[in-house]
């Protein structure tokens, strides 16, 4: 009796002959398949029903195509200005094998891998006795050794102050007193070389430059008045710091006429000059400070690195950057890895967005340093009106720095709010001075009369313990997260009514629609920052407040 593991033997066999015929037809022109009664013909090959692109690896390699595709740029290598940029650098003992310049979705210009960057790691084996401070030391040290290079750009390609002095501005500059700052020296030699065009020995670094910056100091009155009222307050700062160099830098322009056929005026204008400043304040790097005798007191630490300041920034990514004294380059290595194609990014510092707008005049979606300030008005908002102690409890905050950077983030508010709260929700026989028993009658003090001397004593250091993170009490704790969850949700009618206000005028100012699109990605994500902000905080709620006996240690949200 035949089993039906026969069965399923004799189909495998069956099905390795019927391979092992159809490779036979070829050659025999005529094969069994199974049976003696079924043949094929010579040319006739074997058909299988699956279609081409429905398996496993195929859907594989759409993912990783669908990835690669919405990283990879566009290479700009080919282009003239980028052409005429290279041989510049080339002849200033520069050559790049690793990156190239290209375009990217939602970066725009940009420089891309040309190699896969792989972060390489040490193993290491421990053995007994181990100073662990010195492996320590050992492993940050080695870590910036390991980190593969990005750039190494020659300290001949740098644009510094000694730069400027050595060029035919540098007579004017030496003797031109008050003494020029650094930043208006670098200024004035952008201003000067732009104005020369094609005669000016750095065009290959200028043609590559914005013509215009969208750093808020650049946007119309209008469009500054949609942004956030701390960094509309910034930004109204950074302005009349450029308008006060400008207006005092006049005179210094006019002794540079000599130089130029055309009216001083006319080339050293307001928006020439806040051109090039926002080019220094966006594409500077830093460098150690360096004396330059015929210069003012402020720190001379800026330089403009081309082609290497075509790197963009993420705050996802860690690399070293440094002047190395040996080599006489300016170093930039990785500790993040990068497939080839994809776009190399640096970190310009854990800044949150706002900081990012004001400084370098974009915004990075999913900023995991993004948070919503706090201002002195709103922080009061929601607390009580009677509070008798309200101006002294500010004036404690101000006076040990609780008053400026309280922030709402990912995780909630701020460790810094939380703290501030809860100075301003202490009950007020909590918060009372410290009183001298016994004075006022002039007799000496009774047991009852200590006993609530002491009382009142230990309660007038209630505001110091919250100052040390102490827990005052759970009424304490529920009212100052109560008047958090008050102030978040301010804030996110405040944001959503912003974007309204924003989206309704893009209808109207089609001039402006780029500058609001910028303010309103900043409010878009200020509401994702509060709207997990409030999830976090409904989550306390639900956890910690309605569990007293936690007190014991306060409640983990927020951040320093």
């Not at 740098?158 to 003797?175: A, H, P, Q």
């Not at 300016?330 to 970190?347: D, L, M, N, W």
């Not at 310009?348 to 300030?373: K, T």
């Not at 047991?447 to 919250?466: G, M």
């Amino acid at each position: 009796m035949e089993r039906v593991g026969d069965r399923r033997v004799a189909r495998r066999r069956g099905f390795s002959s019927h391979i092992r015929s159809t490779q036979d037809s070829h050659v025999s022109g005529t094969t069994v398949l199974g049976s003696p009664e079924i043949r094929l013909a010579p040319t006739q090959k074997l058909q299988f029903s699956m279609q081409k692109g429905r398996g496993r690896t195929s859907r594989i390699r759409r993912r990783k195509h669908l990835r690669s595709s919405e990283s990879r740029g566009v290479n700009e290598s080919y282009k003239s200005e980028f052409i005429e940029l290279k041989k510049w650098l080339k002849n200033r003992k520069f050559e790049d094998r690793n990156l190239t310049p290209a375009r990217f979705p939602g970066t725009g210009r940009g420089l891309m891998s040309r190699t896969p960057l792989r972060v390489r790691t040490s193993l290491l084996s421990l053995k007994p006795n181990t100073d662990f401070g010195a492996l320590f030391l050992w492993f940050k040290s080695s870590e910036s050794k390991e980190g593969q290079m990005i750039i190494s750009l020659p300290e001949s390609c740098l644009l510094t102050t000694e730069t400027v002095i050595r060029s035919y501005l540098g007579v004017y500059i030496t003797k031109w007193k008050p003494r020029p700052s650094p930043l208006l020296v670098l200024c004035t030699f952008l201003v000067s070389e732009r104005h020369a065009g094609d005669r000016s020995l750095w065009k290959p670094y200028l043609q590559i430059l914005p013509k215009t910056y969208t750093c808020p100091v650049c946007l119309e009155p209008e469009v500054v008045n949609l942004l956030p009222k701390a960094l509309k307050a910034k930004t109204e700062e950074q302005r009349a710091h450029v308008q006060k160099l400008f207006t005092s830098s006049r005179d210094f322009f006019s002794s540079l006429q000599p130089l130029f056929v055309e009216p001083i005026d006319s080339i050293f204008s307001y928006s020439a000059l806040l051109w090039a400043w926002c080019t220094v304040n966006t594409r500077a790097v830093y460098l150690r400070p360096r004396k330059q005798e015929c210069l003012s007191a402020e720190p001379d630490t800026c330089a403009l690195a081309p082609y290497l300041d075509l790197l963009n920034h993420s705050p996802h990514v860690q690399v070293n950057a440094a002047f190395n004294e040996k080599t006489r380059c300016y170093e930039i290595r990785t500790a993040s890895g990068c497939r080839k194609h994809e776009e190399v990014f640096i970190c310009y510092g854990p800044h949150d967005n706002q900081r990012l707008l004001l400084e370098y005049g974009f915004v990075s979606p999913c900023n995991p340093h993004a948070c919503v300030y706090v201002s002195r008005d709103t922080l009061v908002k929601y607390l009580p009106s009677t509070d008798k102690q309200m101006n002294k409890k500010i004036s404690i905050l101000k006076d040990h720095g609780f008053i400026e950077n309280l922030t709402f983030g990912w995780d909630g508010p701020s460790w810094r709010l939380l703290t501030a709260l809860k100075l301003l929700c202490l009950e007020a026989e909590k918060f009372t001075g410290l009183p001298q028993p016994g004075v006022s009658s002039g007799k000496q003090p009774s047991s009852c009369c200590c006993s609530a001397w002491l009382e009142d004593f230990l309660n007038s250091t209630c505001w110091k313990k919250v100052l040390l993170g102490e827990v005052i009490s759970y009424a304490n704790e529920k009212t100052s997260l109560d008047v958090a969850q008050k102030i978040c949700h301010h804030l996110l009618e405040e944001s959503s009514a912003m974007l309204q206000r924003v989206s309704h005028m893009k209808d109207e100012e089609v001039s402006l629609v780029s500058q609001l699109a910028l303010v309103e990605t900043l409010w878009r994500e200020e509401l994702k920052v509060l709207q997990a902000s409030a999830e976090t905080l409904a989550s306390v709620h639900t956890t910690y407040l309605a569990s007293p006996e936690r007190l014991g240690s306060p409640p983990v949200v927020g951040v320093t």
